[in-house]
Every structure is written in C-alpha cells, then in structure tokens.
C-alpha cells in the first residue's frame, strides 16, 4: 500500500518547479505525481493524479491560482490546496483562503517548513504560521470578531511572536494536544468570519 503523500506542483517558473518536485519527490513520506506550468495545463489531467496536495502558485499564465482554488475544490474535494507566491498581501491571503486554500506560504519558506506545513495539514492540523497569525489577531481586533475564547487569544498571542505548538504547550503548562485543539478553533473562526464577510 502507498501510504505517499500524493504532491502535485503548479508553477510557472521552470526552475522552481522543477527544484521543488527534485526535492519534495526526495522527502520521505512524500511523492511528486505531476508538475504543471500553469493550472489551465493541469486541468485537463489533474484528477487523473489523484493529488493529496497541490502547491499552487499564484501568478500563472491563464486562470491564477486563487481563482483555481474552487473549481480544484470542486473536482478534487479531498485534496489539500497549499498556496506558495512571493505576493503576502492581506488581501490575497483572505481571499485564498476564502476559497478553500488549506495554507498560505511565501516561496522563501525554507523546505523542512512546507513539508511540515503540508504534513500537519494532512493529518487534519491546520497550522497557523507567525505571519497569518499577524493577520487574524489584525482582523480579530479590527473587526471584533467573537467566539475566541482568552485561551486561543494567548495561543494566538504566541503564535505572532513566531512560537511552535510545543513552544506555546510549554510555555502554558498545557498539552500539545491542546494547543492544536485551540489552533484548529482559531482557524476554523478565522475561516467562517472571513467566508461569511466575502
């Protein structure tokens, strides 16, 4: 049985495509099953690859991956969309994950930190980085958001000043566990406040 993370990639510039699928493909747990230069390209076959993930680029000749994200979500319910660009403007990250996007992370991300990014988002953790958490706690105190409990405004707190999950479950004598309970509810707030708002 292969137990593989199905990974397709969606990028436009060769050689960062062909750098990530090299690398990703290499990763233990991992495996490439296509690489597109634009999505309109993987359309036509990429239900065929049956992909676990898709990291999509933003900026691609064609449809552009945050107008993607749907239909992908459409044809491919399952599958988890991890968003890579060079652009990090509120905007953009609001209306991708307004979309269905599962994450959001600039292309200098440093590759250990993608692969847990997509492992954790796998395994049904949504993993909050410190630059969204920057943006929920903006969106949190200018629009009032409600149903965050003093707990999850602690955890989020951390989260800005760029502390893991087992950082925070130190730092508040509570279990990892917990932590990512409380993530998790933070994401899902963050979520329906924002799909609710577009």
């Not at 990291?55 to 107008?67: E, F, Y």
């Not at 707190?157 to 409380?182: P, W």
């Amino acid at each position: 049985m292969n137990d593989k993370i199905r990974t397709v990639i969606i990028e436009d510039d060769t050689i960062l495509r062909e750098g990530y699928a090299l690398l990703i493909d290499k990763t233990n747990g991992f495996e490439v099953v296509n690489s597109y230069y634009s999505y309109d390209e993987a359309a036509v076959n990429i239900s065929k690859d049956m992909p676990d993930v898709i990291l999509l680029d933003v900026q691609l000749p064609g449809t552009n991956g945050i107008d993607a994200i749907p239909e992908i979500k459409r044809n491919l319910p399952g599958c988890q969309v991890v968003i890579l660009s060079v652009y990090e403007f509120e905007d953009l990250i609001i209306k991708a994950y307004a979309n269905g996007a599962s994450g959001y992370l600039t292309k200098d991300t440093p590759l250990t930190n993608i692969i847990d990014t997509v492992n954790d988002i796998v395994n049904g953790y949504k993993p909050i980085n410190r630059n969204l958490a920057r943006l929920i706690s903006r969106l949190f105190k200018r629009n009032k958001y409600e149903g965050i409990s003093p707990l999850e405004c602690r955890i989020l707190e951390l989260l800005t000043s760029g502390k893991g999950k087992n950082q925070i479950s130190r730092e508040l004598f509570i279990e990892a566990d917990m932590v990512s309970c409380s993530v998790n509810a933070i994401h899902q707030n963050f979520l329906l406040n924002i799909r609710a708002a577009s």
